[in-house]
């Protein structure tokens, strides 16, 4: 082996300081430019003179709004105005140039996330703010300590259930449907149903692109009551400004996660704390509670359940065929994911649970089973997963080894295995593209998905435009995610192509395809619903 002398050294150094890190955009982020177009291969995001000289990490963002760090400590968002809803209702205010997050703390935030239309952000102190959507924004506090491990008190538990039972009492019944303003109609979804069950690898995805629209009812309303249904369910009622999340004293928050309408935050000492809306399972508190309105911890650690991979399991002959309780491998929660309405953990032995809705296999279980309380996905039993990602309907995770892990809806091929089958089990990714490849960062959309692999490469997969019924996308999308008065215009649902893959082109993909930037070296890579922010290293 060569040594290294002061010169080589220096010239290193000199390397390190003349490269600066950007970040890139593409997709659709409806006030990210002037035209609202989508953008169809990457561009450069110009950071703002008053949010520091660089970048620090990308966070994806929210449905049509963007957020990314700046080497300051600010968050910096853009992206969707004031009359095109989302981002503008969460108090930001976005435009079409990125700006620095009004936050009512100067302290730097470290990490941020985006659910539909609300965020989340921690900042170098270890405290959460959180802002957008009230019904995802926690109140009160919380009721006490949970003991970390093995050593979980009962009569905790068994308060915090009292109290979520005697919580979900108190919703009014209109917060179990989702309704939207559409063109001066109001667009009501109604809870959904159960459907068939299945248990197994794989099922159809042709008939679930509507994904749940048979469930809609509408009904005319004239413009005088939509007007005044308009103004008293404003942004002032809707929404929320920054506040901070109250939690237990002595509590420090390292990262968080916003899925559609819940948030799940991770502690320091890999404590799971979640709130929003739970009525899937998708806070893993065991029961269907919908409104979680401060957070509580989350029972990853202890007991949990086996996931029901009957196959898996009775070929090892471990199991019986029915779900059984086990001691959980690890100790403690190193990650954490969102989806729309399902999540996921890791455990520091490399363990995945998930919890959460699982009509579309999203659970990895094997089955179309909702699970209440986190499960382990047994089937990755003895594969160390290192991290994990979820979009709406699906999940992708990466072992240790650099292997990809995909399961759940797949009707525009976001799970990568080239073609539109959903997968009830995790499905390993073995396409060409990938052969004798390593994959490091994960990250999902809506309905897409995007890799960085160990030596620099960038794939994305999916949904890469709206479909030619892009009304019915839209109010399928709207009904998974919403559950709250939306402000859309017309144009947002025209048909227009969303190209969140930065391809050049409109065209889904269903296997992972490569998207080259040239000159600049991938360190992270964040998907909003719509979009992809990428964070790279470039030489001045």
């Given at each position: 082996m060569n040594g290294e002398g002061k010169e080589s050294k220096e010239v290193k150094m000199e390397e390190a300081v003349n490269k600066e890190r950007v970040v890139f955009m593409w997709g659709y982020l409806p006030g990210a430019l002037p035209q609202r177009t989508p953008l169809l291969s990457p561009v450069n995001v110009q950071i703002p003179a008053s949010a520091g000289c660089s970048w620090t990490d990308v966070c994806g963002g929210g449905c049509g709004f963007a957020m990314a760090i700046s080497d300051s400590g600010k968050l910096i968002t853009w992206g969707s105005t004031d009359d095109l809803g989302q981002s503008y209702v969460t108090s930001g205010k976005h435009g079409e140039i990125p700006e620095p997050f009004p936050l009512p703390t100067e302290v730097s935030v470290v990490k941020a996330a985006a659910g539909w239309a609300h965020c989340a952000a921690v900042t170098e102190n270890a405290e959460v703010y959180t802002w957008g959507w009230k019904e995802c924004i926690p109140s009160g506090k919380v009721f006490g300590d949970l003991p970390m491990g093995t050593n979980l008190e009962k009569d905790v538990f068994e308060r915090q259930n009292s109290l979520l039972a005697e919580q979900d009492k108190q919703i009014d019944i209109c917060s179990c449907w989702y309704t939207h303003f559409m063109k001066g109609e109001i667009l009501e979804v109604s809870p959904r149903s159960q459907g068939s069950r299945s248990s197994g690898g794989t099922f159809s995805a042709a008939d679930s692109k509507g994904g749940g629209e048979e469930g809609t009812k509408r009904r005319r309303t004239s413009s005088a009551k939509h007007s005044a249904e308009s103004s008293s369910s404003g942004d002032e009622t809707l929404s929320?400004?920054?506040?901070?999340?109250?939690?237990?004293?002595?509590?420090?928050?390292?990262?968080?996660?916003?899925?559609?309408?819940?948030t799940l935050a991770l502690s320091d000492t890999g404590q799971v704390w979640g709130w929003g809306y739970g009525g899937e399972g998708q806070l893993g508190l065991g029961s269907r509670i919908r409104m979680v309105s401060s957070p509580h911890p989350v029972p990853c650690i202890e007991s949990s359940s086996l996931g029901k991979d009957r196959a898996s399991a009775l070929s090892r002959g471990s199991l019986s065929s029915e779900r059984q309780s086990f001691r959980v491998p690890g100790s403690y929660v190193k990650g954490i994911a969102c989806g729309g309405r399902h999540s996921a953990v890791i455990t520091d032995a490399g363990a995945l649970l998930t919890f959460g809705w699982g009509l579309y296999g999203q659970c990895g279980q094997g089955s179309t089973d909702d699970e209440l309380s986190p499960t382990c996905?047994?089937?990755?039993?003895?594969?160390?997963?290192?991290?994990?990602?979820?979009?709406?309907?699906?999940?992708?995770?990466?072992?240790?080894?650099?292997?990809?892990?995909?399961?759940?809806?797949?009707?525009?091929?976001?799970?990568?295995?080239?073609?539109?089958?959903?997968?009830?089990?995790?499905?390993?990714?073995?396409?060409?593209?990938?052969?004798?490849?390593?994959?490091?960062?994960?990250?999902?959309?809506?309905?897409?998905?995007?890799?960085?692999?160990?030596?620099?490469?960038?794939?994305?997969?999916?949904?890469n435009k709206y479909g030619q019924d892009p009304w019915k996308y839209i109010f399928a999308y709207l009904s998974q995610c919403c559950g709250v008065w939306l402000k859309l215009k017309t144009e947002i649902l025209s048909s227009r192509c969303l190209k969140q893959l930065g391809l050049g082109d409109v065209i889904d993909r269903n296997i992972p395809?490569?998207?080259?930037?040239?000159?600049?070296?991938?360190?992270?890579?964040?998907?909003?619903?719509?979009?992809?922010?990428?964070?790279?290293?470039?030489?001045?």
């Open positions: 929320a400004l920054p506040c901070l999340v109250t939690l237990n004293p002595g509590v420090r928050i390292a990262t968080v996660a916003a899925g559609g309408r819940h996905v047994s089937s990755l039993l003895g594969i160390r997963i290192e991290s994990v990602a979820a979009g709406l309907w699906h999940t992708v995770c990466v072992s240790t080894d650099g292997d990809v892990y995909a399961f759940g809806g797949n009707q525009f091929g976001q799970l990568g295995t080239g073609g539109d089958q959903a997968e009830t089990l995790p499905r390993l990714l073995d396409a060409p593209s990938l052969e004798n490849t390593n994959v490091k960062i994960v990250s999902c959309g809506a309905r897409h998905s995007a890799i960085i692999t160990e030596d620099g490469k960038i794939f994305c997969w999916g949904w395809s490569q998207v080259t930037i040239e000159g600049c070296s991938p360190k992270n890579i964040a998907c909003g619903w719509w979009h992809t922010l990428l964070l790279a290293e470039s030489p001045t």
